[in-house]
């Protein structure tokens, strides 16, 4: 559990009881619009500005802990046609945490946007808001897999619950890869536990609780090892290890081993020059 974080969750709860909807803050959207004509150009800033109203005022989970996600969204869109009366736009599509320790990348990511549409929340899968509810799912259930271990299992339920509608919907472009995506993840158990135990040690550190926060760092590798075993190139581990390079390094300084130092230089080779010369002691 990210243990700083639900103290004062409790603590502040009135307050996130009134905003409920809080889930995730600072979203920043940017539609590059270089490609397209003038009349789609007015209408996708149009769009940038409604995304993050629609992400930012919801409430997508019972929000326990107080989760407050920042987020980033790129859109590249490359091509835009007319089917019948919809609009459809052939864009590239990156979502991540304001970190980057989680993204989503498509490179082909089709949706359907017509002049004044407004974003809805709906049961119904829209091929645009029903692939920005996937990945807030997606993003909400990376971020309670760090607060207790597989923490997001009921949240990647829902963003199934999603993917598989999203194959049986008129547009079913994408959702095959997305679905692929999750399942991937969900299989990924040493990878989550990884990320979970990361923070754990954080949360002892600052609770000063020395010798818990070390046996973490102990666990964190373990799950590290036992993931590299089966696929050293896993992206999503690789992906959070270069976020996150420098803090494990002075975590394992000040608080771990020279033994697991050097274990996570060989777990972690991309990196070792970080390692070097942030986890050595002086």
Do not use: C
Request: glycine share 4%.
């Amino acid at each position: 559990m990210k243990q700083g974080k639900a103290i004062l969750a409790l603590g502040l709860l009135p307050l996130f009881i009134a905003t409920a909807a809080a889930q995730f803050s600072d979203v920043t959207v940017e539609i590059s619009v270089d490609r397209m004509p003038e009349k789609e150009r007015m209408d996708l800033k149009t769009l940038e500005q409604m995304i993050p109203y629609y992400l930012e005022n919801y409430e997508w989970f019972e929000n326990n802990y107080g989760i407050e996600i920042p987020i980033k969204i790129s859109m590249f869109p490359e091509a835009v046609s007319t089917s019948g009366f919809e609009r459809v736009f052939s864009s590239q599509f990156l979502i991540s945490t304001a970190s980057g320790d989680q993204r989503f990348f498509e490179k082909n990511f089709k949706f359907v946007y017509n002049t004044n549409d407004p974003l809805m929340h709906t049961d119904l899968i829209h091929s645009l808001t029903g692939a920005l509810d996937f990945y807030a799912y997606m993003l909400i259930a990376g971020e309670l897999d760090t607060y207790e271990p597989l923490g997001g299992n009921n949240i990647y339920d829902k963003a199934r619950d999603i993917a598989t509608r999203g194959q049986m919907s008129e547009r079913a472009s994408g959702w095959k890869s997305r679905m692929k995506e999750l399942d991937e993840i969900q299989r990924l158990r040493d990878y989550r536990l990884f990320k979970y135990y990361y923070w754990l040690a954080i949360d002892n550190i600052d609770q000063e609780k020395l010798k818990e926060a070390r046996s973490a760092i102990d666990k964190m590798l373990e799950h590290l090892e036992r993931m590299f075993q089966i696929n050293a190139r896993e992206r999503y581990a690789h992906v959070f290890l270069d976020v996150h390079a420098r803090d494990i390094a002075e975590i394992i300084r000040d608080f771990g081993t020279p033994k697991q130092l050097n274990k996570i230089i060989a777990l972690d080779p991309d990196n070792e020059a970080i390692y070097k010369e942030l986890g050595m002691r002086e």
